[in-house]
């Protein structure tokens, strides 16, 4: 069974950094995409950050120019380097990576808090 496990929330002040890390345990077979997500409270979830194996990497608007997604292949593992974090940033971070039959596997969260 595949399971995805994310670490690297906390708490964090305005203007600092922090390193989100996903990592897929079981079997995955191909891995089509990678993609980071957030979700704020009473907000719905969006999309921040997705990168594609066969090539592009795509940012939410608001995060262009401050957050960095990497992946490692090898390890089947995602992350996202956030800079310049702003209070806006907070919310409960997500994880998910589809294979090429388009199954999908979510990690549980994370959550950054980031005070002003």
């Known amino acids: 069974q595949v399971q995805l496990v994310e670490s690297g929330g906390g708490l964090v002040q305005a203007g600092g950094s922090l390193r989100l890390s996903c990592v897929a345990s079981?079997?995955?077979?191909?891995?089509?995409?990678m993609t980071w997500y957030r979700q704020a409270p009473g907000k719905q979830r969006e999309s921040v950050a997705t990168?594609?194996?066969?090539?592009?990497?795509y940012y939410e608007d608001s995060v262009k120019g401050r957050f960095t997604i990497s992946r490692d292949n090898v390890k089947n593992a995602v992350y996202l380097q956030m800079n310049s974090l702003k209070p806006e940033d907070t919310a409960v971070y997500y994880c998910?990576?589809?294979?090429?039959?388009?199954?999908?596997?979510w990690g549980q969260g994370t959550r950054v808090t980031v005070s002003s």
């Open positions: 998910k990576m589809r294979d090429e039959q388009l199954h999908t596997y």
């Open positions: 079981g079997i995955i077979s191909s891995i089509y995409d």
């Open positions: 990168t594609v194996t066969e090539g592009g990497t």
